[in-house]
């Protein structure tokens, strides 16, 4: 088969497409043909190497794919030869073939198209195990989304406000603000040109928000907990501006604050099955009645995949930046 090979650690034009093995298919996982790949700013920490890929698996970038199920492993039950899938990766989405645990798999949800379907498994995954699973957003509670316009934000307007809750986002421009608007944001914010805090206040009448998502890490660490409700959670989900910083016990104690982070991709297959099942059950619902929907800023083919990370990291999309093998 043909996949997006890291040549060497570096920028995006260390990204080639080569002539590779097929993927060797184990007990308990099925080999999907791959018809759809979303990328994930954890595809360019692995090419610069500052993540590597988890001990174990495909060497290859892509932790969401779509296509269609072409073998399946011994202990494999619910799944068949020709069904349409969409699936949660540890690493090989930029191929043509990959091989996934059965339980991190999910159907394509009917409306959605094969090729769009792969843009639900990781944000799907990750905005209901940090927002809704831990973090235990409610209907009626304020949530604010740094970085709004993004795959994950884009996606966790959509299905907060599908939930009942009161939308806080943050972004760069009025493009991407007017977007997140158009997906059901209440309020929303150009960092730029606006303290995020300050409008949180006022628009809270100074109580502040109940939860907060978070990639940025040290450049808004402390305004995040000044920006939290009594009972406030704040879940980290990356660290892009920095990861050291300085923390005030007493703001934690005052406002009985819960600080929590996690990823993804480093979870075991149990663990990420139990989310998948998760989401299947409660977003899935969700996406099925036309409440939350794909966005798709701009698919490239697999061998442009150099030209589809430059503009992942111009971080001028909105929403999710897709492969076509």
């Known amino acids: 088969m043909k996949a997006v090979v890291v040549t060497v650690l570096g920028g995006p034009e260390v990204l080639q497409l080569q002539q590779v093995e097929d993927p060797e298919l184990k007990d308990g996982e099925v080999l999907i043909k791959v018809k759809a790949a979303a990328l994930n700013r954890l595809d360019s920490f692995q090419r610069q190497g500052v993540f590597a890929p988890p001990p174990g698996s495909s060497p290859y970038p892509g932790l969401e794919c779509s296509g269609i199920i072409e073998a399946i492993g011994k202990h494999v039950s619910r799944w068949k030869v020709g069904d349409q899938v969409c699936a949660l990766l540890c ?6 073939k990959v091989a996934v645990p059965a339980g991190q798999v999910l159907p394509v949800p009917p409306g959605i198209s094969l090729k769009d379907a792969a843009t639900f498994p990781e944000v799907a995954c990750t905005v209901w195990s940090t927002i809704f699973m831990m973090s235990r957003l409610s209907s009626g509670e304020t949530l604010l989304i740094h970085g709004g316009s993004s795959g994950i934000g884009t996606f966790a307007i959509q299905m907060a406000k599908y939930w009942g809750a009161r939308v806080f986002v943050t972004a760069g421009s009025e493009e991407k603000l ?3 608007k158009d997906l059901g944001a209440d309020v929303c914010i150009n960092y730029k040109t606006e303290d995020f805090v300050v409008r949180v206040k006022e628009e809270t009448g100074g ?3 109940d939860v907060i998502l978070d990639s940025l890490g040290q450049a808004y660490f402390r305004r995040n907990l000044d920006s ?5 959670r704040l879940f980290l989900i990356g660290t892009m501006s920095g990861s050291v910083t300085e923390l005030d016990l007493r703001v934690v104690l005052s406002k009985r604050l819960t600080i ?3 990823g993804l991709r480093v979870r075991s297959p149990e ?3 139990v989310i998948i099942r998760e989401v299947e059950e409660n977003v899935w619902p969700a996406i099925v009645a ?3 929907k794909p966005v798709v800023y701009k698919h490239f083919p697999l061998s442009e995949a150099a030209e589809a990370h430059q503009l992942m990291e111009t971080s001028q999309h909105i929403g999710k930046i897709l492969l076509f093998p």
């Not at 939290?228 to 406030?232: I, K, Q, S, V």
Request: hydrophobic residues 40%; charged residues 20%.
């Open 178 to 180: 007017a977007a997140c």
């Open 260 to 262: 929590q982070a996690a």
């Open 228 to 232: 939290l409700n009594f009972d406030g």
């Open 91 to 96: 690493g090989g989405g930029y191929a043509e």
């Open 290 to 292: 036309g409440k939350v």
């Open 207 to 209: 109580k502040g928000v």
């Open 271 to 273: 663990n990420k099955a």
